[in-house]
């Protein structure tokens, strides 16, 4: 992963400007993780939620966090009758022509470094606002655990992760609201813990694993294949990443569905909504690209990398088109969030509203429904040889894959 100053550098985002002081009087500002990139236009304002990492067998996390959106509820709790700033439920269901009820009878877990000690009371606020139906500890239906599985001795907290968990449960909430939910909490963001975490939530009946964080390729990435991601039959989702043409790992495993990035805005065509390459700079955008370790998969075909290309699917993860998030650990009630940590949980859950997996590796299902997809066929990260790999076009690309859900059936085998 790139972590050059400006891959983490805002870029001008066309969302309602608050100054600092009235975001924080309004509670909407935040403290930026210790090592967080911060940045200001005159326009918008945005930090990215984890600290940037350097070091191979390190990850972070690819949630974008805007704080210069001016919001329409109150900054703490359950407002009736209101709509907080961002993507709700309901215009992310129908964006992606989505069940209102689905995930019923399946499990999605959410994979994530660090502990969230208010996570379950954060998603509680989220799902009331949003008139989803609980879904609490007591009642069986959301369980947060170590990368060991216990429930009493979690990580060290940290704040800037606690963005990434916050927005993750949001986004399965939101497109598979029937769902149980399992939070595993590795001990720190190293790829071997993070590694152990994707084992303990299978372990603990997982059919649906979002990982929304990524780190800088490395030949110790085939050895992480087989020992953490290779599990036949469940559905593993990772994050393409936030720094434009580049790739990620684990999107670039053979064995999980890579989720790109998309802008996506309401439209007057018949489906109600357009979408494009997210792209802010040439180093900020949906990662994509030839991996230089993993083998590529039997069900890709492109012709421009011999090994595993990257992505496969996308969603929106623009943060200048982003989603409501609720969050108190590290930020103050409801924001707006971006980064492809949006698009990886949204299309985890997806999976889980289309049942129970037909084949090994899921992800095959989507080459073999192609028709069954929103195609993204403009906009571009950078140039670069072969265009496709940074540019949409008809059918595959890099930065959007395939596409984005329309309905389920391209999700179904």
Not at 34 to 41: L, V
Not at 49 to 76: D, I, K, M
């Amino acid at each position: 992963m790139r972590t050059t100053p400006n891959s983490r550098a805002s870029r001008r985002v066309a969302l309602p400007l608050l100054g600092s002081a009235a975001l924080a009087a309004a509670g909407l500002l935040g403290a930026a993780p210790a090592g967080a990139a911060t940045a200001h236009s005159a326009h918008t304002s945005w930090v990215h939620s984890c600290a940037v990492v350097h070091t191979v067998g390190q990850a972070a996390c690819n949630a974008l966090r805007v704080t210069s959106t001016t919001e329409h509820v109150h900054a703490l709790g359950v407002t009736a009758n209101a709509t907080p700033s961002g993507f709700g439920p309901s215009s992310l269901l129908s964006a992606y022509n989505l069940p209102a009820d689905g995930g019923a009878g399946q499990t999605v877990a959410i994979v994530d470094a660090y502990n969230d000690p208010n996570a379950a009371a954060d998603m509680a606020v989220y799902r009331s606002q949003y008139g989803l139906p609980a879904c609490t500890k007591a009642s069986g239906c959301f369980k947060q655990v170590s990368q060991t599985g216990s429930t009493t001795s979690l990580p060290t907290s940290n704040t800037g992760w606690a963005g990434e968990i916050s927005l993750d449960l949001d986004m399965v909430s939101a497109i598979a609201p029937e769902a149980n939910i399992i939070l595993v909490e590795a001990k720190s963001a190293s790829m071997t813990n993070l590694g152990t975490a994707v084992n303990e939530a299978v372990a603990l009946g997982a059919g649906f694993v979002s990982n929304s964080y990524g780190g800088s390729e490395s030949s110790s990435d085939t050895t992480y294949d087989s020992s953490y991601f290779n599990h036949p039959g469940v559905v593993i989702t990772a994050s393409s990443g936030d720094s434009g043409y580049g790739v990620e790992y684990p999107a670039a495993s053979q064995y999980v569905t890579a989720v790109g990035g998309t802008s996506l805005s309401t439209s007057s065509n018949s489906r109600g909504w357009t979408e494009s390459v997210w792209s802010t700079s040439s180093t900020e955008g949906a990662g994509s690209g030839c991996s230089s370790y993993d083998a590529k998969p039997s069900w890709q075909t492109d012709a421009g990398c011999s090994n595993r290309t990257v992505a496969d699917v996308s969603a929106v993860a623009d943060p200048a088109t982003g989603v409501a998030v609720y969050q108190t650990y590290g930020a103050s009630g409801w924001a707006v969030y971006g980064g492809t940590s949006v698009a990886s949980p949204l299309i985890a859950a997806v999976y889980a509203d289309a049942g129970t997996p037909t084949v090994d590796y899921p992800a095959a299902d989507l080459y073999a429904n192609t028709s069954s997809l929103n195609d993204v066929t403009s906009g571009s990260t950078t140039s670069c040889s072969p265009a496709y790999l940074c540019t949409a076009e008809t059918g595959y690309d890099g930065p959007t894959g395939l596409g984005t859900p329309n309905g389920l059936t391209a999700f179904t085998g």
